[in-house]
T-cell receptor, first 114, second 113 residues
Framework: AQSVTQPDIHITVSEGASLELRCNYSYGATPYLFWYVQSPGQGLQLLLKYFSGDTLVQGIKGFEAEFKRSQSSFNLRKPSVHWSDAAEYFC????????????FGKGTKLTVNP | DAGVIQSPRHEVTEMGQEVTLRCKPISGHNSLFWYRQTMMRGLELLIY????????DSGMPEDRFSAKMPNASFSTLKIQPSEPRDSAVYFC???????????FGNGTRLTVT
């Protein structure tokens, strides 16, 4: 069965610092991969997605993610964090074909210090 | 585009009562998903529909939970009877063509006392 691991439950960074959130997936074939962000009291919003092609994908709000097949990883990065980036971030793989359901990681909560 | 609309935003009820959560997906989307979010278990997929037909309900916790999608613009998730352990935030999401991203509603926060 497919699964996704977000090893970091909580990360704290200073405003202006760089950020990398980790995501590892377990699946036989290359899945479609997504990163979502959830602000307090809100639903999840799509940040970016990877289906195929260029392994470095750009998303909204200055985020990017790199797919590394050899490491089964899809880490999210941002060069300079803003206070408004404080939220919870979820990685999710989608199985190729067949079922459309997303399996979400446990999430990483990001705190941004001024 | 009004997005996915869920109602109510908050629901407080007593144990044993019936609870009905409602969802209006984005017009034109043909897949609808119900998720539950708790601190302990994170985001769990309960059930999803494709073209109004339930495809996978393996995440529904038990028979007290039921979901329907009578038409393309409306779905309900019902809990009868409710229990305190059902307290969570319930999200509805919809998507269009295969493998397209999910669009989430703002959720219904359910508290069962």
């Amino acid at each position: 069965a497919q699964s996704v691991t977000q090893p970091d439950i909580h990360i704290t960074v200073s405003e202006g610092a760089s950020l990398e959130l980790r995501c590892n997936y377990s699946y036989g074939a290359t899945p479609y991969l997504f990163w979502y962000v959830q602000s307090p009291g809100q639903g999840l919003q799509l940040l970016l997605k990877y289906f195929s092609g260029d392994t470095l994908v750009q998303g909204i709000k200055g985020f990017e993610a790199e797919f590394k097949r050899s490491q089964s990883s899809f880490n999210l990065r941002k060069p300079s964090v803003h206070w408004s980036d404080a939220a919870e971030y979820f990685c999710a793989p989608l199985r190729d074909g067949g079922s459309e359901k997303l399996v979400f990681g446990k999430g990483t909560k990001l705190t941004v210090n001024p | 585009d009004a997005g996915v609309i869920q109602s109510p935003r908050h629901e407080v009820t007593e144990m044993g009562q019936e609870v009905t959560l409602r969802c209006k997906p984005i017009s034109g989307h043909n897949s609808l998903f119900w998720y539950r979010q708790t601190m302990m278990r994170g985001l769990e997929l309960l059930i999803y529909f494709n073209n109004n037909v339930p495809i996978d309900d393996s995440g529904m916790p038990e028979d007290r939970f039921s979901a329907k999608m009578p038409n393309a613009s409306f779905s309900t998730l019902k809990i009868q009877p409710s229990e305190p352990r059902d307290s969570a935030v319930y999200f509805c999401a919809s998507s269009g063509i295969d493998n397209s991203p999910l669009h989430f509603g703002n959720g219904t926060r359910l508290t069962v006392t």
